[in-house]
C-alpha cells in the first residue's frame, strides 16, 4: 500500500508541475504582450514630440512673419504692436478661462440631475423603524 500513495503523490505532483509549467508560460506571453504595448507606446510619444516641436517651429515662423508684416507694411510701430499683442493675450486668458468655466458648469449641472432629490426618503430607512 505505500507504494501506491507514491505513486498518488508522484502523479499530483506531476499535474502540479504542468499547471504551474502552463501559468508561467501564459504570465511570459502576458509579459511579452506588455512589453510590445510599451515600446509601441513610447514610440508613440516620442512622435507626438517631434510633431510638437514642428509646429513650435512653424507658429514662431509665424509670429515673425506677422510682425515684419504688421511693422514693415502695415507700419505699425513696436510700442502699439507690443500693447496689441498683450490685449490679444489678455483677452485669450479670459476667454479660455471662461471656457474652462462654462465646462465645469456643464459638468456640474450632469451630477446635479443623477443626485436624489433630498425630500424623497428611500424605502426601507432604518430611522424609520428606530423612532
Same mark, same amino acid.
Given at each position: *500500500? ?10 499530483? &505532483? ?23 504595448? *510599451?515600446?509601441?507606446? !513610447?514610440?508613440?510619444?516620442? &512622435? &507626438?514630440?517631434?510633431?510638437l516641436?514642428?509646429? +513650435? ?9 506677422? !510682425? !515684419?508684416?504688421?511693422? +514693415? ?17 489678455? +483677452?485669450?486668458v479670459?476667454?479660455?478661462?471662461? *471656457? +474652462? ?8 449641472e450632469?451630477n446635479?440631475?443623477k ?17
Open positions: *500500500m505505500a507504494k501506491r500513495k507514491k505513486s498518488r503523490k508522484s502523479g499530483h &505532483a506531476r499535474a502540479g508541475k504542468g499547471s504551474s509549467l502552463q501559468e508561467i508560460l501564459s504570465l511570459s506571453a502576458k509579459l511579452a504582450d506588455l512589453q510590445k504595448d *510599451m515600446v509601441k507606446a !513610447t514610440g508613440l510619444g516620442e &512622435a &507626438a514630440e517631434e510633431r516641436a514642428d509646429l +513650435e517651429i512653424h507658429v514662431n515662423l509665424l509670429a515673425r512673419l506677422l !510682425t !515684419t508684416l504688421c511693422i +514693415e507694411k502695415l507700419g505699425i510701430r513696436v510700442g502699439a504692436l507690443k500693447r496689441l499683442v498683450r490685449r490679444i493675450e489678455k +483677452e485669450a479670459r476667454d479660455s478661462q471662461i *471656457m +474652462e468655466l462654462e465646462s465645469l458648469y456643464k459638468l456640474s450632469g446635479a440631475k443626485a436624489p432629490s433630498p425630500h424623497v426618503k428611500p424605502k426601507g430607512d432604518p430611522w424609520d423603524q428606530i423612532s
